[in-house]
């Protein structure tokens, strides 16, 4: 069987984002290096290809101005990582110069982050994001290129949902190159952390619902075996919301509900098409969640999933100054004020929390669990504001509909409660789904 071009670009595509679901979202320097070589070098070979470089000149002839801010918010992070004389440093971070003097070493030059390594890497990860928004809008073009996409998600969605819940029946042993030392009592599969986990597995659902919603219109519509495609749709989400709801991770299951529940208000009031059938499964799932695995796990462990903000206020005990999650977000507010202007640098926030406390722990310390504090922090007031030109410019051209409105409730929650949104799989969910679900695709 001959496989057409686009498939074999699109397998590409999917084949490189396989890399980070399974190798800790790519949050590593090395996977973040290896990944920016590979996007950049996929990205040339679109570039090859005469449609997909029409499509690739069309975009930036239309977006220049949106690119150009993006490439002088780059420049931004290069600047912060070159080493600049001492006296230039107390202009651009007097915090930096006050860390360096008590250091007391003879220091000539320094940069404005504080870990330049990390920041370096984070510049590769963030050149990825516009070499992937570049590649999405060459090679998908049509709705079942979303749909093909939407069914590469579910497929993977409920393989690592397998994975992970095989692992975590068995006490999360150590197996190949997973450690599951962190979580022995919840679900995390190829993720060290439960919540990137659960955020990942919610992308796949959202994916197989709206494969379920869209049915008529998606790749399977002319197959002969569209019925067992739409039962292994449906037992993929079957598994991949017990993924979510094993994880244990309070803003996972917040959002699982609060999913379920808008698609369901969507279909029941919204929706001008309705579709009996898909709000009975809807309907089914939150049973199973609500009613079944109560059953295995006790009513008050279901309830008390939702209550993402308790581990907010609950102490950390293995931190000798007993700091609470609270606290660490309130540090990473009051640190902002140091850090005006230009930040402390991207992927900076472990040193400078190690800075400041004597006996940081190594599990907190990497994070502030409030991602919104940390990228200020980390950007400065410039290349925040640098930052949220693009940003802002995509949302106000954004369309009305329900994917896009969980989308940016996703974000809110994720950007003011968790540490998500700092892990690369994460971010380039994000960023398809709202590239993807704001295109005008052609019917074939």
């Not at 998606?218 to 075996?225: D, G, L, Q, R, T």
């Amino acid at each position: 069987m001959q496989i057409s071009k686009n498939k074999k670009y699109h397998y590409c595509f999917f084949t490189i984002f396989l890399t980070y679901a399974l190798f800790n979202g790519g949050n590593s320097n090395l996977l973040i290096q290896i990944n920016f070589i590979v996007w950049s070098l996929f990205f040339v070979l679109c570039l090859k290809d005469k449609n997909y470089f029409l499509h690739f000149k069309n975009f930036y002839t239309n977006n220049y101005k949106v690119i150009f801010i993006y490439l002088i918010f780059l420049i931004f992070l290069v600047f912060q990582i070159i080493p600049l004389p001492l006296s230039f440093l107390s202009f651009f971070s007097p915090a930096k110069l006050f860390f360096l003097k008590n250091l007391g070493n003879d220091i000539v030059y320094s940069s404005i982050s504080l870990s330049p390594t990390n920041s370096f890497f984070q510049i590769l990860n963030f050149i990825s994001f516009l070499l992937i928004v570049l590649i999405l809008k060459m090679i998908f073009y049509t709705k079942r290129h979303k749909y093909r996409f939407y069914y590469f998600l579910s497929c993977i969605g409920f393989f690592i949902s397998i994975v992970a819940v095989l692992l975590y029946l068995n006490g999360n042993p150590d197996f190949l190159f997973l450690k599951n030392s962190h979580y022995k009592k919840s679900s995390s599969g190829f993720f060290i952390n439960r919540t990137v986990f659960s955020v990942f597995l919610l992308f796949c659902l959202i994916s197989s619902l709206e494969l379920l919603k869209n049915f008529n219109n998606s790749i399977f519509k002319n197959s002969k075996e569209s019925f067992f495609v739409k039962f292994y749709i449906r037992l993929f989400i079957v598994f991949i919301t017990i993924g979510v709801i094993t994880s244990f991770s309070r803003i996972g299951n917040f959002l699982l509900i609060a999913t379920l529940f808008l698609y369901f208000v969507n279909e029941l009031i919204f929706s001008n098409q309705k579709n009996n059938s898909f709000k009975i499964i809807i309907l089914i799932i939150i049973l199973f969640d609500l009613v079944v695995l109560s059953i295995f796990f006790g009513a008050s462990e279901i309830i008390d999933r939702f209550y993402f903000l308790k581990e907010e206020f609950s102490n950390i005990s293995d931190l000798s100054n007993d700091i609470s999650r609270f606290e660490i977000i309130k540090f990473s507010i009051n640190e902002i004020k140091n850090f005006l202007y230009f930040g402390y640098g991207l992927g900076s926030f472990e040193t400078l929390f190690q800075l400041k406390f004597s006996n940081p722990g190594v599990f907190y310390a990497n994070h502030s669990h409030a991602d919104l504090f940390e990228f200020i922090g980390e950007l400065g007031l410039f290349g925040t504001f640098l930052i949220l030109i693009p940003i802002v410019s995509f949302f106000l051209n954004i369309q009305k509909n329900l994917q896009n409105y969980l989308l940016i409730f996703f974000l809110l929650i994720i950007l003011f409660f968790d540490f998500s949104l700092h892990m690369p799989i994460v971010q380039i969910l994000f960023i398809t789904f709202f590239i993807m679900n704001n295109e005008t695709y052609g019917s074939s």
